[in-house]
């Protein structure tokens, strides 16, 4: 793209979350602007309630020489149909950009990470609240004049730095201001804040926007886009790989290679062949049945949720990994003279830790009320750990060790037996394909622990129970699935409690 040069600012918009550096990418770009004699402005608009806050930066640029021509008046707030770049650090914000008019056809370069950071609504709801990916990044497609949508906040990571650095790399590379790449550069440099890390983000974000318009180039504006890649599976389990390789249909082998890694580092390799034992039945099924290719990707998908279930060995493990020191220290970046310190909130209730005893002792424990109420006592109040000091990590370490006695807690026996139910119950009823695929469905109402899972469970184990009185019914399929969506419309339980009383009525007023 080229700038048409004539005396009209150039609009850049730029939407980021706290911490990702959006405050710099603008002082950077006024700072290139002016250096290189042109007059340029930038104004911000903090946003709150999202995420971790998101913010709007808005900069001008006119492009002339600020000794031949008077100062300018610039604008302080983006005009919707008036913006001739968007730079986003998520692929959220640029759909926000879409929805508030500042992306359009006519004019703007849309540059975006395609990575996600899921908003509170997405995290809070019962269900899977997350916004589609295709959807987001076709709106990008739609709206904008050039789309490029790269995971450039992996590029930052890699290399030490900030998408800020990723982004200011794409914006030279799109040659829309009359600037060279050295001028950006030499912004990066006179900044004298890790230099070094900085240019080496700038040189990635300025060879992934060239690679992405390599692409659409070959491949039109439909070219992908690319966020991270899937890892592979390790050396531990080639064997489960041979196995799906040989045992399940190829349309199947990606979510069952996913589902086996899930498993697999849950647990160990022998719970990961577990995994597969269960669902050799289902792509039994799955073959007989339909060509529709739904029932088995369903339920390997959801049974590879249910076996790893949330209990506090594995919120534990999760707290003491190496990665997650990594990945913290990385966000915060303290400076070599500070001290970082991790505060985990650890609060597993009585009932958690019940689950997690063996299965004869957790029993013991609940029909003895003494022993319930002296444990509920000593954890009413939860504690604050340390786990990058020793005494925090070991206590966690402690816990997370009883990983190879899960299979005798209470909570993995009581688990197991309801997957055991739920694999039967798919079973018994897969002469109907589509209620079959639904009631896979259902174990999405099972998740997390303590008042949540309970609350799950018990919407689970109601519509469970109506199986037999929806499956008599033509129309079983669509009524269990709005069954299923009101469990997860309240945590009350109410509309599923309505539903129910419908479906009831329904079944006794037909003939």
């Avoid at 913006?83 to 359009?104: H, K, N, Y």
């Avoid at 050295?182 to 890390?197: K, L, N, P």
């Avoid at 019914?473 to 009101?486: G, S």
Wanted: proline share 5%; with cysteine.
């Amino acid at each position: 793209m080229q700038f048409d040069a004539q005396i009209m600012p150039i609009k850049i918009a730029i939407l980021a979350m706290g911490g990702e550096g959006g405050g710099v990418l603008a002082d950077w770009i006024v700072s290139v602007a002016e250096h290189a004699g042109f007059y340029a402005q930038t104004s911000s608009v903090p946003g709150v309630a999202q995420r971790t806050g998101a913010t709007l930066y808005y900069v001008e640029i006119l492009p002339v020489s600020r000794k031949d021509t008077p100062a300018p008046f610039l604008g302080l707030m983006p005009v919707p149909g008036d913006v001739d770049i968007v730079l986003a650090s998520e692929l959220m914000e640029a759909a926000r950009a879409v929805q508030r008019g500042l992306v359009t056809r006519d004019k703007t370069l849309l540059i975006s990470s395609s990575n996600r950071v899921y908003a509170m609504p997405e995290k809070m709801a019962m269900g899977d609240g997350r916004q589609d990916y295709q959807s987001l990044r076709q709106a990008g497609l739609d709206a904008a004049k050039h789309f490029v949508c790269q995971d450039f906040a992996a590029l930052a990571q890699q290399h030490g730095s900030v998408i800020s650095s990723v982004l200011f790399g794409a914006l030279a590379a799109a040659h829309i201001l009359p600037l060279t790449r050295q001028d950006f550069e030499a912004t990066i440099e006179r900044s004298g804040v890790a230099v070094s890390s900085s240019l080496a983000a700038f040189d990635a974000g300025y060879s992934a926007y060239f690679s992405q318009a390599d692409e659409q180039a070959t491949h039109g504006a439909e070219a992908p886009c690319n966020p991270t890649a899937p890892g592979q599976l390790d050396a531990r389990l080639q064997a489960h790989a041979q196995r799906i390789e040989q045992a399940f249909p190829q349309w199947a082998h990606e979510i069952l290679l996913a589902g086996v890694a899930r498993t697999a580092d849950y647990q160990d390799p022998a719970y990961a062949h577990d995994y597969l034992d269960k669902l050799q039945p289902i792509a039994a099924l799955e073959s007989e049945a339909s060509p529709k290719r739904r029932l088995l990707q369903e339920t390997a998908r959801h049974l590879a949720l249910w076996m790893t279930f949330e209990d506090t060995i594995r919120v534990a493990e999760l707290k003491i990994r190496p990665s997650r020191f990594e990945r913290v220290r990385k966000e915060h970046q303290p400076k070599p003279d500070q001290l970082l310190h991790i505060n985990e909130f650890f609060h597993p209730r009585a009932e958690e830790i019940v689950d997690t005893v063996p299965a004869g002792l957790g029993r013991w424990i609940q029909r003895n009320r003494w022993a319930h109420n002296l444990l509920e006592r000593h954890t009413r109040k939860g504690r604050v750990i340390r786990s990058n000091q020793l005494g925090g990590f070991l206590l966690l370490y402690s816990v997370a060790a009883l990983r190879s006695l899960r299979r005798r807690s209470l909570r993995y026996q009581r688990e197991q037996a309801h997957i055991r139910q739920w694999l039967a119950s798919i079973s018994q009823y897969a002469h109907n394909y589509d209620l079959a695929c639904e009631i896979a469905a259902c174990q999405n109402l099972v998740k997390g622990y303590g008042d949540t899972h309970a609350r799950g469970l018990s919407n689970y184990g109601s519509i469970m129970s109506a199986l037999p009185t929806l499956a008599i019914l033509p129309d079983a399929a669509q009524r269990l699935a709005k069954l299923r969506q009101a469990a997860l419309a309240d945590d009350h339980g109410r509309q599923l409690g309505d539903s129910l009383a419908e479906l009831d009525q329904n079944v006794a007023a037909a003939p």
